[in-house]
Nanobody
Framework: QVQLVESGGGLVQAGDSLRLSCAAS????????MAWFRQAPGKEREFVAA????????YYADSVMGRFTISRDNARNALYLQMSSLKPEDTAVYYC?????????????????????WGQGTQVTVSS
């Protein structure tokens, strides 16, 4: 059974940093794109960042560009999101996602429908 388990969320103040982790089990995703999405109360789940299998290509939402860094450790089957200069509008449940496809267009990684596997989410709350 494939599982993605996020950790590292919490309550922080504006300007603080936080590092999210996602541990995958049940299969390896070393050849597959992985991503972070987030969902704030009353809003749609939105793309945050994605990374190709080799870390060579990373993709970011405009709202987090320059503040968040996505990375992966294929040996550990893990995904990370380093978040800095956090803002209250970053408050959301953050979800780890993994694709079953290997080959993809650049635009595909921004879409929820591209990802076959999802974690249960971890809450990030940023106070002002």
């Amino acid at each position: 059974q494939v599982q993605l388990v996020e950790s590292g969320g919490g309550l922080v103040q504006a300007g603080d940093s936080l590092r999210l982790s996602c541990a995958a089990s049940g299969r390896t995703f070393s050849n597959n794109p992985m991503a972070w999405f987030r969902q704030a109360p009353g809003k749609e789940r939105e793309f945050v960042a994605a990374v190709s299998w080799s870390d060579a290509n990373t993709y970011y939402a405009d709202s987090v560009m320059g503040r968040f860094t996505i990375s992966r450790d294929n040996a550990r089957n893990a995904l990370y999101l380093q978040m800095s200069s956090l803002k209250p509008e970053d408050t959301a449940v953050y979800y780890c996602a993994a694709a079953s496809a290997i080959y993809h267009s650049s635009s595909a990684v921004y879409n929820k429908s591209f990802y076959a596997y999802w974690g249960q989410g971890t809450q990030v709350t940023v106070s002002s």
